[in-house]
């Protein structure tokens, strides 16, 4: 069988999961491109190479790649949590396995949230910057004990965000509509977006999907100067909206791990209270190797083949 690594940074810190994919006795094709491929270049990798089981990182993988690959495809494991860029039905419907690492992100992303926040919170970014221009600026900061902020998705990710803010003294605000009736956010308050936008110091995203969670309407809603937070998509954030808000100091400070496209070339940019980061807070070498481990072990069991360990 020949398996594809659609993830480019797959194996590189550690080549166990490479050597689990050789014991089984598959023939692994890399990715040739080395970053994520566009809609055409996986369609013709699919196809071109006879794939039958792919290793997916976040390249698209809709009804049109897959039916392109219908007939070889037998299944695809997604390296990670997020599936909004697997078209599962269709999966479905062309008797395609599918299978992800939920857990396996949790504690990185939880600390790459943490640490953007701390960032943000105590200006480190500008006054490193402005130190190493000759300067010695002391910036008053804020602690996180007189912070606000609305976890928006309490999967497991957001509710490791809560726990871990919560713990350093931060009030925390659970908002997920996909939390039963009686739910009590892990024993965080919850509220709806709109109360949590109206008291928020910061708001940090969790959330699945592509659909905009913060738009124009409800940025406008934000006290002024409040930061946000996104490591989860970058369609849960209006762009636009965004730029208008940092520009109106609504937003005073913004940290993105997730864009709309990447790499990522866009407005923000400009803007140096923007933290930017190259959607990598999974990577610390723990969470990779657990991750491409399991994403292995998932692709070979649905592909029928043995797991040797």
């Known amino acids: ?39 055409p270049e996986i369609m013709g990798y699919l196809v071109g190479d006879r794939l039958d089981g792919l290793l997916a990182g976040l390249e698209p993988l809709n009804r049109r790649v897959l039916e392109a690959a219908r007939g070889s495809l037998k299944a695809l494991a997604r390296i990670g949590i997020g599936m909004a860029n697997v078209d599962q039905e269709a999966a479905r419907e062309m008797g395609i396995k599918v299978s992800s690492t939920p857990d396996g992100p949790t504690e990185a992303v939880a600390e790459a949230t943490l640490a953007a926040l701390l960032c943000l919170l105590r200006n480190l970014e500008p006054m490193n910057r402005a130190l190493h221009q000759g300067e010695w600026p002391k910036s008053i900061g804020r602690s996180l004990a007189e912070t606000t902020v609305l976890v928006v998705g309490f999967g497991r990710i957001g509710r490791r965000v809560a726990a871990t803010l919560s713990s350093l003294g931060a009030r925390i605000l659970v908002c997920d509509p ?3 009736a009686d739910a009590d956010g892990g024993g965080f308050p919850t509220v709806t977006l709109e109360q949590g936008l109206s008291v928020a110091d910061a708001v940090t995203l969790h959330a699945n999907g592509e659909k905009v969670i913060l738009g124009r309407e409800e940025l406008a809603r934000l006290p002024q100067g409040a930061l946000i937070l996104n490591s989860a998509r970058g369609g849960l954030v209006d762009e636009t909206a965004l730029v208008e808000a940092l520009e109106s100091g609504r937003v005073g400070k913004a940290w993105l791990d997730a864009f709309w496209e990447e790499p990522y070339r866009g407005p923000l940019l ?20 657990s991750m491409e481990t399991e994403a292995a072990r998932n692709l070979l069991r649905d592909l029928g083949l043995p797991v040797v360990a």
Do not use: W
């Open 1 to 39: 069988m020949r398996i594809g690594i659609g993830a480019s940074s797959f194996a590189q810190e550690d080549p166990a999961p490479l050597r689990l994919l050789e014991a089984a006795g598959v023939t692994v094709v890399p990715n040739p491109y080395r970053r994520r491929m566009t809609e």
């Open 178 to 180: 996909h939390l039963p």
């Open 270 to 289: 400009k803007y140096p209270q923007v933290l930017l980061t190259p959607h990598a807070a999974t990577y610390t070498r723990r969470c990779r190797l």
